[in-house]
Each structure stands twice: as C-alpha cells, then as structure tokens.
C-alpha cells in the first residue's frame, strides 16, 4: 500500500471521527451531574444560571468553530490532489487544530467555573445490603460469547483435521485459521473483565431513594449494552469467515448500532442516570443538596485524571465525559490496566 | 427486618468523631434495634469501603470492634454475618458508667450551646423510645 493509498483509505474514518468529536463534546458537557460543572463541583443551580449557560454556550461555540476549522483542513487535504505528503499535512493539521482547539475550550471553561468552587457534602451513606454476586444477565448469559467463541474453534479444528493441516479456506496456517477467533476470544474476555468489575465495583453514590434507583437503572443499560457488544463480536470474529454474506452484513449493522448506542445512551441517561425520570434528591429544606461524586475535587489532574491513594475505588465515575475511569492512585487500578496492556501487546506480538 | 433495601448506613467524614467509630456507633444502634436477623449478611469489607471512600482498615477496624463485642461473624471474602447475640448482664459499675456518660454528653451538649430545656427535651424522647422499643 502507498502513500497515496494509505491517506486515501485514513481520510474517511479520521473525517467522521472528527465531526464525531464535534458533536459529543458539548453534549457529553451537558451529561455530567449537575453538580459536577467542568469537572469542578458546584451548586446545581449554576448550570442553569445565566453565567453557567454562558459557559457552556462558549464551551461549545468554541469546539465547534475549531472542529469546523479541523474539519475544512482535513476535508481540503482529502481532495488535494495526487500529492501524498501534502494531504497527509493537510489531514494532520486538521485534526492538531481541533484537538488544540476543544483542550483550550475545555481549559478556559473550568477556569471560568472555578470560582463557582463549592465544598460537596461530607454526609457518606452505604446500603447495608451485600451486593447481587449473580451477575446480570446470569452466568449463562455472561459465558454466551465465550461458548460461541469456542463452538468456531472447535468447528475450525474439525474443519482443519478433515483437510489434514488444511482449513479448505485457504490458508494452511495455525494464525491464519485460528488468529480471528483467539482475537475475538481476547475481546471479549477483556470486556467480560470490564463487565464485571463495573458490575461489582463501582461505587454507589447514592444508597437509597429514586437518585439511587437511577443509578442502578444506567449502570444495568451500560452492562446490556457491553454484553451485547461481546455477543456481536463472539459472532463476527468467530463466524464471519463461514456466514452467508447477508448475515455479515446484518452483523456489521448490529454492531454499528451497539457501537452507537454505547456512545447515546450514557449520554441521554446523564452520569450517574441522573436525567433518567423521577423525582431529584432534595435537602429537608427543599433546597438541592450538593453530593458530587465522592470524589475530592483535588484529586482530579487537569479534570480528567483521578490519583487517590486512599480512596479504595478501582473505577469512579468520570468527571467530563460519561462513563468511569480509573483510580491511578489505587494498585489495583495498575494491575487491571497492566494486565490488559500486556493482554494485548503480547497477542499483538505473537500475531506478527 | 432482613436487609431491608431502605437500611442505610451514613456518616460524616467531616465529623470530630472518628470514622471507624461512626460505623460501629451505627452499625450498633441498627443491631440494637433489630434491623438485622441473625444469619443476616452486611456488605463486604471492600463494598463498604468503596461505597464510603473510606479506608479499608476503617472498615475492617469497624467490623472488629462488633465481632469482638459479638455482633458479628466475620468470615474472609463473605463479609460479615450478624450472630444471635445472648443479652449480656450488665455489671452495677457498668450502670454508674453509663450515668456518668449520660451527664458528660449532657453537660458537653449545654457547653456547646444547647439550652438545658433543649437537653432535657431529647434525653425524654430517647426514654421514650426506649420503652417503645422504637428505633435509636
């Protein structure tokens, strides 16, 4: 593949994944708890102040003007001619542009929220109920993409026997045969990780009432949302050689609907299922109580990068952003991020 | 009651009170109680901490101090389980300690700017709920 090629066949997906960004950005500002304004903990009242729409308004004004800039950059790259370097300096610039753009929108937003700093409530509670220890979706559900994963290699196996040390799909290779299914396998058993350490590990920020029947409400659509994931790529690694073109291609779909819905859903739901109906979370004197995450505001780097070494939590939520992140002040979070690491390196390694 | 979806656990870390001690001093009041059936299974170790942001040792020390009081059974990686526990005779010094407790906390409560009427108030409704066996 040249270089020409080679910018051609990045153009597409970099110009989507840009507008993406575009889109998300001042959306997912929007998702946080109202409470949590640009990753500072604030009065809830503030999002909706004059100020606070202010804020936002310039937030998203500013990463789309940016984005717009990246994106005709990369767009002029995309159609300029046959010269390989200059669209690839075109397309790069582009996407430099957004990105310097949306990290300056973010900056400025927080510092213009910092002075609106208040001290979240130091009132902790906790169900004194033990957790479910059956996993959602039960345990048959949970080992389904393993299972289908299994029957291809098993039927693979069968198929290269047959042929002796051939597939009959072309290739006599152990990697060429196998590598897509132990691919998928590794996919999905990290995902199976996610799954249940979100599952048994994240912190309830609320214990009781409608707040934390909302919670549980968004943490279980996420857990359905990466089991169907799983299940669709169980189905693509270990059989899309075999399917019937049609079915690969209802397959593809799937998972571009999952893929988007990962995406959607936290958003509508709100960090925390915080938008989701039902009635808010009020003090005894109607006025809204200021809970945060649980999380100091000065254990966040820059908003986006949680280091706690005495806060036990493996994932807490994200600040900006839906969805949670790790703890990096927390070993366990090093050895679930290491491990994954080396998961994937080593696979990588043995695949070339 | 057995791990009624509604039985919360709150503290303050803000609080001059140690959190260790808050968890015991609540934990305690809901046992007292019988908000949990003996066999009943509290929140791992782990899950509490996590769910508190608190430290595990906190926790852990918690759950001693009622395993030690005999509250609780405490097996590795399955929490803590609430045990019958057999009403203890309480020696006469215990209920001079206890009075002598009871005046302190009132005394400390006036010094911090209760009224006494405000005092004497509680101190009533406390009685009160203890003849009704009514919640701590």
Known sequence: ?352 | MANDETTVLRIDVASAIPVYRQIVDGLRALLVHGAFKPGDRLPTVRQMAVDLAVNHNTVAESYRLLAQEGWLELRRHHGATVLARKPLHAQPERHDDFAQRLRELAAQAISDGLDTGAVAKQLSCLASDLKRNAPL
């Open chain 1, 1 to 352: 593949m040249n270089m020409l090629q080679l910018t051609s066949s990045f153009a597409p997906p970099a110009l989507v994944w840009m507008a993406a960004w575009a889109v998300i950005l001042p959306l997912t500002a929007r998702a946080n708890r109202p409470d949590i304004f640009f990753t500072i903990t604030v009065d809830p009242s503030l999002r909706e102040s004059p100020e606070g729409r202010k804020i936002l308004g310039g937030f998203t004004r500013s990463v789309l003007l940016f984005s717009l800039a990246g994106l005709a950059l990369a767009l002029i790259g995309t159609f300029a001619g046959a010269n390989p370097a200059l669209r690839l300096t075109l397309m790069s610039s582009g996407i430099v542009i957004q990105m310097a753009g949306i990290i300056n929108a973010f900056a400025t937003a927080r510092r213009r929220v910092r002075p609106y700093h208040v001290e979240a409530s130091k009132q902790r509670e906790v169900l004194l109920a033990p957790r479910r220890t059956r996993p959602a979706a039960g345990w048959l559900g949970q080992a389904g993409p393993l299972l289908i994963l299994a029957a291809a290699a098993f039927w693979l196996w069968l198929k290269w026997n047959q042929a002796g040390q051939r597939t009959g799909e072309a290739s006599t290779s152990w990697k060429s045969a196998f590598g897509s299914v132990i691919f998928g396998t590794t996919l999905c058993f990290v995902l199976s990780i996610l799954f249940n350490s979100l599952a048994r590990g994240v912190r309830r920020i609320h214990s009781s009432g409608s707040e934390a029947e909302k919670e549980a409400r968004n943490l279980r659509s996420v857990l359905w949302l990466v089991l169907a994931l799983e299940y669709c790529l169980a189905l693509m690694f270990g059989f899309s050689n075999v399917m019937p073109l049609f079915l690969n291609k209802i397959l593809n779909v799937a998972l571009s609907i999952v893929c988007v819905a990962i995406v959607i859903v936290p958003l509508r739901n709100g960090q925390g299922g915080w938008r989701l109906r039902g009635r808010s979370s009020t003090s005894t004197q109607g006025q809204p109580v200021v809970i945060g995450d649980r999380t100091p505001d000065e254990c966040w780097k820059i908003g986006l990068l949680y280091y706690n070494p005495n806060d036990p939590a493996v994932f807490v939520e994200k600040r900006f952003m839906a969805g949670w992140t790790v703890n990096m002040g927390n070993p366990r979070s090093w050895l679930v991020l290491g491990g994954i690491v080396i998961f994937i390196v080593t696979l990588f390694v043995v695949a070339h």
